[in-house]
Nanobody, 122 residues
């Protein structure tokens, strides 16, 4: 299974972006899906995760109320809707998948996309 993240780009503060994560190969319906982000010199930061059905969702404190994670198992995709973006949201965003329970630790995820850069300008 390979993951591919897309949708990053340059946006002004206060704007919105929607990231997508697509899978090639095995269906993702049995996987926990998550988004992480990383800036140079820092560890990968948990952004959001959802369980296999998409009903349960978890968010990092810095994005709660602004970002929404979703998934479409029929289409084998996941998404991250990012609203009211701030300059501090600038990072490379990664989608990830795990067959275990939801975790905020990047180490628990065995599948990773290549990352998509989000730049928020002031």
């Amino acid at each position: 299974v390979q993951l591919q993240a897309s949708g990053g780009g340059l946006v002004q503060a206060g704007g919105s972006l929607r990231l997508s994560c697509a899978s090639s190969g095995r269906p993702l319906s049995s996987y926990v899906m998550a988004w992480f982000r990383q800036t140079p010199g820092k560890e990968r930061e948990f952004v959001a995760a959802t369980n296999w059905s998409g009903v349960l969702r978890w968010y990092g404190d810095s994005v709660k109320g602004r970002f929404t994670i979703s998934r479409d198992n029929a289409a084998n995709t996941a998404a991250l809707q990012m609203n009211t973006l701030k300059t501090e949201d600038t990072a490379v965003y990664y989608c990830a998948a795990a067959r275990t329970q939801v975790s905020r630790s990047a180490a628990q995820y065995e599948l990773w996309g290549q990352g998509t850069l989000v730049t928020v300008s002031s």
